[in-house]
């Protein structure tokens, strides 16, 4: 390979500088926290506010439980398996679990949008997820549109079925009351209460009754027993009794009760209301019936296990032959009342393939021209009920600590190498497709043994744990800290946002390692001169990495925590977490910047020009990275993984590959790289990956958005991202285009500044003047 | 903004281990890369790459995990 015009001396000194072959155990991630956990099985492993929460000894037999379950359910070498958890223990166990089990696992961020989480679980073919217990709903409503997902197992709930989601009753019934009692017929009826968004008028709301009602008449035929669940002000009640041979309804408030006994008793009616919950209509009500209803009541259910038993009693009251009718369902696909219960027709057709007394299946969507507002992108369901004892299996099984639980606790049976994949993480792509970095277990065993020799990580170490399963410094931070016999302190996801109660716990407790992008430390360190320093010795080590550091915040770190030793890492998650170090000591005032450092342990860097030959010391090139650290590619992406992994012209092993980081840097004379930031337009702000064509891709998919262009920004609070779009729609407002973002990316990629303007301005080249467009005064508020 | 010779020649290139790569077509193969037949402008190679390279798991990996 040419090394162009650059001097022989200097290929010789990056040559040296590069010379960081150094054996090291090639062996699988758990291996190694297994074979602590051997060392020093009565330490803690895994601590939490309430203290120790696991020894080494017993994460090891519990996540070996996990992977004997995971086994059971058929999961094993060459698997991905999704994790959609939040900072919890069981999190922990159930990545040790995955790994075990021989799987990769893939982590996803419950914080994402669930269209997000959907896609990306989709483009994997994930067939099994581990999920937190407060991500069951998310998944309860992304499963639907996944063929391959079949399996779920929630290790935080400790019974043998997921359990049903409690009401409060009370409230509840107060807030019923408090809607049937309004006095305007449509408020009553449940409508208009939001204060922005669409006023459905009296028209509206008829054409959704009469539709419930034609429904149920279609279904009825003459006469007819009919039971209605939740009927409220009674909307459908008062069109529909009249006309048939019984009628029943149940509701918990008494306010609606009172409203349609009143009603009856006028209209000398004859209906059967029952004061209760819906839940409780078995024992509050006699059948049979030949039609039970439940009209836009679905939505207000607490959980998708509460309304599986409501079905199961309506479908025991209805006769065979008779049905269920699920007026005005919200498919999750909508984006429609978050937080209430939204059920896809998929899952529908799940039941009815599934067994019990569910024979058949009407789905009505409805024409949304019909329906104003909201109303037209919901949909009806008709259940048949039949004779029951078809026993078929449903498509898919939710699996519970209680299952894991009876599994053993030695090891499963080794089945990955250090060459399979141990996890994949997601950074942003440029054609708007996040990318599945996939990564071998030897690449981490290799990093794990750099940083726990060179800093002599042992059990008497403990790491709070800061940072998203999402993004890879927590791969070192669990497995690195676990491997090295030490503990991890876990922080719940509402308490890491508290930078006060943070610094609490750096002084409280016995944390020696602090492991975070600069941003997560730059909000805490704030709060170090707001009180008197108490038990700022026992932190020893500060690893940053991820983004800039910002030149005084070494000097600021020492001063408060006198012990800390101050590491800048870089390298990028296709080469594993981190690739090259820095041990900040004194700053020197004249750098522009931290030094990026020098590669670790078996990594290589090489700073290359367009045609791939060496630049000489001092010149700034493209950066790539090669070595023992490199990625295998990204899922399922032949092209994009040939294009960033091209061949390693100075590698001494055949067939070597390396990274285009897409990064610039040079060498300085005494051996460290300087980082020169991003190449193309993938950038960094607090810390995240974010790749601003992405933004545009998603910003342009808005039916009123002509062009967009999505911009950084210095601001006197760092850098921000500035979205200006030119839209032929004089209405369009940046609030409207923040939610469409808000639905569709994580909320780290919505811009702080959108703008929408008539026309972009134009530089002398003939492209969009992005500096120009920087300038453009901001108003106040709306366009 | 990055700068890239879109035009530029390129070859596709393969190592022992099957994994696919480009290689500017001027250039001499790095060590243990072979030529697979495919030359052609960047865009042309790596949509090569796509049809061609569908499982990007290293040979090694791959047989071990479908034995």
Redesign the interface.
Known sequence: ??NGSTPAADVERIARWNSTTRPFRRTTIHELVTEAAASVPDRPALVSGSGVVATHAELERASNQVAHQLRAMGVG??ALVGLLSEHVPQAVVAMLGILKSGAAYVPLDPAWPIARVQSLLGQLEVACVLAGRAQLRMLFEVQWALPRLRDVLCLEVETAELPVEPIDRGAVRELWDLITGADDPLKAAGFNFRASGYRYTPSDVAAYRDRVVGLARWWLGSGGRVLEVGFGSGLVLQALAPSVDRYVGIDPSVGGLERNRAWAADEAVEVELVEGFADEVAAKVTGPFDLAVLASTLQFFPGPRYFEVVLEQLVSLVVPGGAVLLADVIDPSSGQAQGGLRVPPAYFKDLVAGAGKVAGLEVHQRDPGAFAGELGARYDVVLLVGAGGRQEERSRRWWTGWHVARQPHDPPKPDA?P???SYVIFTSGSTGIPKGV?VRHEAVANLIDWVNRTYEIGPADQLLLVTSFCFDLSVYDIFGILAAGGSIRMVGDDQLQEPDLLLNLLEREEITFWDSAPAALAVVLPFTTLRAPRGRNTLRLVFLSGDWIPLGMPEEVRNQFPRARIVALGGATEATVWSNFFEVHAVDPAWPSIPYGRPIQNARYYVLD???RMCPIGVAGDLYIAGACLA????G???T???R?????W?A?????MYRT?DRARWLPDGNLQFLGR???QVKIRGYRIELDEIEVHLNQQPAVRASVVLVEPTRHGPRLAAFVTSHDRELTSGELRRFLARRLPEYMVPNRIQVLEQFPVGPTGKIDRRALLAIEQPPRGR | ?????DEAIHK??M???E??????AE???????HDVGMQGR?EE???Y??QH??D???R??RR???R
């Open positions: 390979m040419s070498r060459g190498t060459e399979d994949v996939m367009d045609a791939l295998l590619g990204y899922v992406d032949p092209a993984t040939a294009e992994f091209p061949p390693d012209p590698s092993t055949s067939g070597g590959r897409g190449l193309d337009r | 903004m990055e700068q890239r010779d596709v290139v190592n022992d281990e994994q696919h790569s480009i290689w500017p250039h001499q193969n790095p060590l243990g890369w960047r190679c790596l949509s790459v796509n390279w569908t990007i798991r290293p090694g990996l071990g995990v479908d």
